[in-house]
T-cell receptor, first 116, second 112 residues
Framework: GAVVSQHPSWVICKSGTSVKIECRSL??????MFWYRQFPKQSLMLMAT?????????EQGVEKDKFLINHASLTLSTLTVTSAHPEDSSFYIC????????????FGSGTQLSVL | DAKTTQPTSMDCAEGRAANLPCNHS???????VYWYRQIHSQGPQYIIH???NNETNEMASLIITEDRKSSTLILPHATLRDTAVYYC?????????????FGAGTTVTVRA
């Protein structure tokens, strides 16, 4: 199946700093990517839809100024957690649908963010 | 997208078939049934999807009832590596607003 690469796998940062997470589609072009967040022992929650060349669409309750999404190319979307705080500590996962039919979503391996 | 109901957890023996049920009584005519699984601390993995007919691939089989109100994912020979949370999701396969909404899923533990 199609491969989605996410980097870094884990990151520890100090409170108040910003962290960037990258999501790449390695063997296909993805016009749309999705960012999810998952807290321990909970299910995945969709944060936003990232569209190449346009502004991201955020789910209700997700602060767009807090979670900056950039989808500058057909193979790369980035999520920047700005001024991170301990409550932002979570598992962040990106995904993309692969052509030609875009029937399936392929997921990255996730990024564990720990804010001290 | 239609809501799904799955058991919270289930155990199965290594080497035996694992049958995972899912109820989706409000599914509409054009919605597909998708199954994903998530192994601990990893991103979800696509397993299989179907509309009406039963489907089989190298990972699993999907049995959908005639009225489409429920389905069963079958792992034919469960291994310890199949221990994961399994998510049943119903949605339209292709749309301009493609996204998946995950429920709580079924935590499957395969025991030796």
């Amino acid at each position: 199946g199609a491969v989605v690469s996410q980097h870094p796998s884990w990151v520890i940062c100090k409170s108040g700093t910003s962290v960037k997470i990258e999501c790449r589609s390695l063997d296909f072009q993805a016009t749309t990517m999705f960012w999810y967040r998952q807290f321990p022992k909970q299910s995945l929650m969709l944060m936003a839809t990232s569209n190449e060349g346009s502004k991201a669409t955020y789910e209700q309750g997700v602060e767009k100024d807090k979670f900056l999404i950039n989808h500058a190319s057909l193979t790369l979307s980035t999520l920047t957690v700005t001024s991170a705080h301990p409550e932002d500590s979570s598992f962040y996962i990106c995904s993309a649908s692969a052509p030609p039919a875009n029937e399936k979503l392929f997921f990255g391996s996730g990024t564990q963010l720990s804010v001290l | 997208d239609a809501k799904t109901t799955q058991p919270t957890s289930m155990d199965c023996a290594e080497g035996r078939a694992a049958n995972l049920p899912c109820n989706h009584s409000t599914i509409s005519g054009n919605e597909y049934v998708y199954w994903y699984r998530q192994i601990h601390s990893q991103g979800p993995q696509y397993i299989i999807h179907g509309l009406k007919n039963n489907e089989t691939n190298e990972m699993a089989s999907l049995i959908i009832t005639e009225d489409r109100k429920s389905s069963t994912l079958i792992l034919p020979h469960a291994t310890l590596r199949d221990t994961a949370v399994y998510y049943c999701i119903v949605r339209f396969p292709v749309s301009n607003d493609y996204k998946l909404s995950f429920g709580a899923g079924t935590t499957v533990t395969v025991r030796a």
